[in-house]
């Protein structure tokens, strides 16, 4: 069964609700086990610079980094709205497809305040096992360096 | 609408009242984090006065004409690496009608020419050529008496510290090894031994003063308490020892600590018990796979150099931040990630994980981008009121303890002489 555009719009849909519906458990199992998902931005991929805001090159770091936002972190309650553009899709096997997709999230304070959190790409690629699509590779690049406060739930 | 003044009911817009007994460090009224005549005033006597500003590393103007853009306070300033194999550092304000210099963030120049009427600067922020000097056809031109010597951005002078780029406007600051003091010269350099490689770079908004977050920097009481993820995870080693040491001016500091060898045996096997609660192990703790990479043991060491410059060493993740005032209720928080030109690819690895414990969504570092906005927005109404900073009695000595707020009295020293307020 082809990676066909369909399934990636499934994928991309249901893993911006989740972020955007707490539920944070959910969302390593997007991803498999041995995978990237790094937020950077535009001017350090231009640099050639490689460290991330937040990296984790398994699936083991997001589950802990989930831990990590219940358990141990501090920041004001807050949601995000992500709206996710159309994805172009680079490269598209049977086994693995690649597609950079735009992204504005919106993120929303405990009192209301509603400001443009950031903006940019999802460089992702993706991997299919039978019916099941598994993002291994996902690189958040963001189109400015300027990040608010502070990065608590992930993009 | 009339509003009836009397007499015993007066209405006034006046704040309140700006008083600061002096020398006094235990108490820090509210006031110094909100008053726009105080941003004013650190401009020119902090920022522009007796110290030394660091402004990038050398590792990013590395070949002559690399250049960086910055700040200095509120001052732009170019920092660039001349042909004569120099570094140079000038304010980004043309000398004709004030315009920046340069517009970007920094890349390679032979020279500079400010867009607006193109008056062009060399690398050392010298004027060189004015555009229609001599007129155009006899007609026009600059006046007979002007000499493009006489007309410049200002300069700064530099000082270059282990691979660290520092300015300064004055001519009294003592040399950077008097302004850093011994101790914390020898905690630079027990970093920055070797050349540096940058892997990173962000900007965190602190929507509050810049003042509340050197502060916090430099509060290693709160260090524990606010951030729970070493904690949380039972990473804490019990047998973790730490001190601090604040140099004379009070303005710089390092705070560290260190594993005892004695007893990390034991405690490690404590900690093996320990994470057999499920629910309080990491599912990856690669994270945590620490390189004595200094061999000292000490797995983290935090320092500050008046007035905007942190030292960050968590582990194997290594970071300077460079703190910009943006107003009086906002702040830029510059972070550059960096590793050794030498790193292998193991050490790499590490570095790129454990930067998750730092910057803005860093595990034990990202409440620090919303605490001082919690202060800045509790203080509101509070101009008149004081902060309590008293543990560890009074004093701004070194601490073999990090229950004490030193550090943060030592600031207070430092930036009440600056600031002479
Ligand atoms: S302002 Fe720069 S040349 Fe006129
Ligand atoms: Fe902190």
Known sequence: ?155 | MNVNVTSTGAISNAAAPMEWPAGELTRIPFWIYQAPEIYALEQQRVYEGPVWNFLCLEAEVAKPGDYRTTFMGSMPVIVAHDTDDEIYAFENRCAHRGALIALDSGGHARDFTCVYHAWNYDLKGNLKAVAFEDGVNGKGGMGKTFCRSDHGPRKLRIALFSGLVFGSLSDDVPPIEEYLGDEIATRIKRVLHKPVVVTGRFTQMLQNNWKLYFENVKDTYHASLLHTFFTTFRINRLSQKGGMVVSPSGGNHASFSFIDKQNQERDYAAMGIRSDNEDFALKDPSLLDNADEFGDGCHMQILTVFPNFVLQQIQNTLAVRQILPKGQMQTALNWTTFGFADDTPEMKTRRLRQNNLAGPAGYVSMEDGAVGGFVQRGVAAAGGERAVVEMGGSGTANEGTRATEASVRGFWKCYRAHMGV
């Open chain 1, 1 to 155: 069964m082809a990676i066909t555009i369909e399934r990636i719009l499934a994928l991309q849909a249901a893993y911006i609700r989740c972020i955007d519906n707490d539920a944070l458990e959910s969302w390593p199992d997007f991803f498999l086990d041995e995978c990237l998902y790094k937020v950077t931005t535009a001017d350090n991929e231009k640099n050639g610079f490689e460290a991330g805001i937040i990296y984790a090159d398994t699936k083991g770091m997001l589950i802990d980094r989930v831990a990590a936002l219940r358990k141990a972190n501090v920041y004001e309650k807050q949601s995000y709205r992500h709206i996710v553009g159309l994805p172009n899709i680079t490269s598209n096997g049977a086994a693995e497809a690649q597609s950079e997709t735009p992204f504005l999230v919106v993120r929303i304070m405990h009192d209301g305040q509603t400001d443009i959190f950031a903006t940019g790409v999802y460089r992702d690629t993706y991997r299919a096992a039978g019916n099941d699509l598994k993002i291994a590779k996902r690189i958040v690049v963001c189109d400015s360096s300027r990040i608010d406060t502070l990065m608590a739930l992930p993009l």
